[in-house]
Every structure is written in C-alpha cells, then in structure tokens.
C-alpha cells in the first residue's frame, strides 16, 4: 500500500482517485470545488484542506487538471511541499511545452515525474479501463506504473519528458477527425435511404471502422452504450474534445506540420461548442451537421 495525493477530483480524478483507493492505497485529496471534494471523500479519499497538506506524506503526486497553467501552478505550489523522492505524475492533457516545463519544476525539486494523459473518458475512468500515455525517462516510467496500474487496461511508455502528451494530442486528433467523417458518412446514408444498421454492420466488418464508430456511433441504436443513445450524454465532452483539438492545432503551427483536416475539425467543433453544446458527448457534432444540411 502506498500513499497518494491526487489533486484535481473533477469528472476523471474522482473515479480514477476511487479506484485507487479500492486497490488498498492511502489517497489523499484536494480540489477546489466542495461538490468535488464531498464526491471523493464519500469514494473514501482523506480530503485535506489545503494541496499542501494533501501532498506532504505522499510516495506519489497525481495532478489531473484542466490546462497546463493550472498544472504549473501546481507543481511550482507543492513541489517543496511534498516528501523528498515522491514522483509527480501528471494526468492532465495540456500543451506540450507546459508538460516538458512541469518536469523541469518537478526536478527544480528533485522529484521525477512524468506526463501521462489518458485515453478513455469518464466511463475508462469508472471502470478502471483507462490507457495512459507516458512520457518521460524509462526509470520515472518505471516508478509510476505501479500508481497507475489500479486506474488502468494498458500503460504506454511513449518516450521522454512531454511525449505522452504529444502521442495524446495526435490521438485526439484522429479521433475528432474520424468522429466528423463517420456523422458524415451516416448523414448520407440517411439522405439515401439507406439502414443505419446496415451501414454500421458493414463499415465495422471493412475499411470503415474505427473507435469513433465502435464506441461513440453517433446514432441511436447499433451501438447501445453509445452516447447517441442517451441523448448525447457525455462520455467524452465536446468542449474537450475542441480544447484537445486546439492544442493539437497550437503544435501544428509551433512545428510547422500541415494539419488542414484537423483544422478543420477543430473550427467546427469550436462552432458547435460556441452554440452551447460544450456539455454533450462529442458525437453530437452530428446533430449540427444535420441542421447544416437544411434549408
């Protein structure tokens, strides 16, 4: 049993705090909205009233936050505070270059770290099914696996400091660009006729697969998990999606990559967001692009 500090017990820390908790490991925990706070504590987190007194005997600090300020914050904030040895980990998807400055405050401090996104949504989190993305040396990697292990189906080391978060953005990418082209694809179909069911059978036994089909098809019925289903309930939030398309865009001009479909797909994910959609699974980029299609 080892002793955790999570901070930020959002949506994704909760869940994933709860689980490592159910694993048999003292976690400790801080967050700055009470609603958050009352949620792990009842998950059986030790809530502490400061960052600061969450960290202070912890073997390992786990940060999930928003953006990659917040993050800095945070690690220039706690970093003389926690134990000599403790290992950051940082579960955040944020910018690239605010992850390889999060290692370098991390060391300031002679604590390893290292970035490691994840993939899998609110529902990964729950389960216990989530993949990270780790960057950072093969001795940090080796140190976090062991906290990760009780949140998670796989754990990927992607390279050194900053890299899971470059492999999480290239990933999200594919996966917002692969969401517009399967809504597309059934708007068409619909336009012709033709059986959702039928499309998805055979799109999911040929080239047409993909994840944004199998797990987030953005139609009711041949998926019956799907958030479609649901009313567009998230799994994966439409404003998160647009913010992980939007770091991906900000890579792309800082390295001089050519993106035009992501480009693209993070405008329209932004314009649906804008209308007040932010809150709904991003598989109801659909529903916009439907309402684009009439007169």
């Known amino acids: ?23 048999g490991h003292a976690v400790t925990g801080f967050d700055l909205a009470e609603a958050s706070r009352e949620i792990a504590r009842n998950n059986g987190v030790d809530i502490k009233q400061s960052g600061a007194a969450a960290v202070a005997d912890a073997d390992a600090v786990i940060t999930m936050l928003y953006d990659g300020p917040k993050v800095l914050n945070v690690y220039a904030e706690l970093g003389a505070m926690a134990k000599p040895g403790a290992i950051f980990i940082d579960c955040s998807t944020i910018e690239v270059g605010d992850a390889r400055e999060a290692h370098k405050i991390a060391a300031d401090y002679d604590h390893a770290s290292v970035d490691s996104p994840v993939s899998g949504g609110v529902a990964g989190a729950r ?28 754990i990927i080391h992607c390279g050194g400091d900053g890299a899971g978060q470059a492999t ?14 399967v809504s597309e694809a059934f708007l068409l179909a619909e336009k012709l006729g033709l059986s959702e069911q039928v499309l998805f059978d055979v799109a999911t036994s ?36 647009s913010k992980d398309l939007k770091l991906a865009q900000a890579a792309a ?43």
């Open 206 to 241: 040929r080239a047409g697969i993909s994840r944004a089909l199998l797990r987030y098809c953005p139609v009711p019925g041949p998926v019956p998990t799907s958030p479609a289903n649901f009313g567009y309930r998230p799994g994966f939030t439409s404003a998160l999606m």
């Open 1 to 23: 049993m080892a002793a955790i500090a999570f901070i930020g017990l959002g949506n994704m820390g909760n869940p994933m705090a709860a689980n490592l908790v159910k694993a």
């Open 127 to 154: 389960d216990g099914t989530l993949t990270f993305m780790v960057g950072g040396t093969p001795a940090a990697f080796e140190r976090a696996k062991p906290f990760l292990e009780p949140m998670c189906e796989r």
């Open 253 to 295: 001009q800082k390295t001089s990559a050519i993106t035009p479909l992501g480009t693209l797909a993070s405008q329209l994910f932004a314009l649906f967001n804008a209308n007040g959609n932010g809150a709904k699974d991003f598989s109801a980029i659909i529903t916009m692009l439907r309402g684009m299609g009439k007169p």
């Open 168 to 181: 999480k953005i290239c990933n999200n990418l594919m996966l917002g660009i692969s969401m517009l082209g």
